[in-house]
């Protein structure tokens, strides 16, 4: 896969900064913004320039290089991972690059620590882009044995997605979308359903401009379609991304997620989670102590598109002084997950095979 979302700019050996593509303008269009210092990227996290677990992680830990450039002290470290951790509350990447980054340091001499955060957020970059590959190989070997499985008849596999958990949201490949182009590559036809997810549509505007770019068949559904679609047979599996998987499997991902896995178990769809091991965290027992982020209100009132003469702009949708609440993620309980599709294989969403994977992930790393 060679799409990126980031690209790490050095030129000369300097660490100038990084280039992200700034998905507030997607689909319409297509810029690449430079960011370049970590209060540039603080802003563009919370401000949703870039957004996705994984890539809000990578981001970060390049965030805090550029921060120790430009103040090594172990105060100017700690303000600038203050000042990240406080971007988005919900994924655990980012607190998980943000370590990776300060443990990397710590015995680091001040004038070398700059470089040292540099090469820990470019190995976080390149882990990150081999675990969705591996996903996606994972995947397809899923999607595989769901195509052959009896009474489904030879039509194309429909798999249904939300938000947006591809290569936008990650360094390379996506999570939820990586057996997607894996399949593609492999020749195995399907077809996605794309739900829109409001309240900020990434789905319309990021998903389906990703599956377009790359040729995959797909249909941008109405959130509120899934449930009949899965009724009438014509969703085969569901595959989500998620921005924290709790001790006992509960996964957080974005607000809708749970309707769609409660809809699944319903219709006995089965309901999948691309995880990679970066998403995971054994310090929550369960889902319920998970922080959900809640973000501003215009993002429900308003919606923003194109114009006939290409013009980009946000138009109202409710009543002049309607109030609006807008929670940005929600927690489907373990039990209501088939199965985690991880770097390692895939799991069971239960607390012995997360505790069994974290193990033998360390073991490897020691
Ligand atoms: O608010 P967002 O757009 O950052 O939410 C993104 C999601 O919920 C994704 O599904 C999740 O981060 C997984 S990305 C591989």
Redesign the pocket.
Known sequence: MDRHALRPIRPLGLLEGIEIIDQRLLPHVLHWAKLKSASEVARAISEMWL????LIGAAAAFGLALALRDDPSDAGLESAATRLAATRPT?VNLAWASTRVRRRVAAVSTQDRASAAWHEALAIAEEDAAANAAIGEYGLALLREIAVRPGRGARQLRVLTH???GWL??VAW??ATAPIYKAQAAGLPLEVWVDETRP?N?GTSLTAWELGEAGVPHRVIADNAGGHLMQQGLVDLVI????RVAANGDVC??IGTYLKALAAHDNGVPFFVAMPLSTLDLELADGAAIPIEERSAREVTHLQGITADGRVIEVRVVPEGSGAANP??DVTPARLVTGLITERGIVAADAAALRALADAGSKLSA
Do not use: S
């Open positions: 957004r996705g677990a994984p994924a938000c947006n958990a949201a990650t996506g999570t900020r990434q989500v991304g998620c921005d991902n974005k940005a993620f």
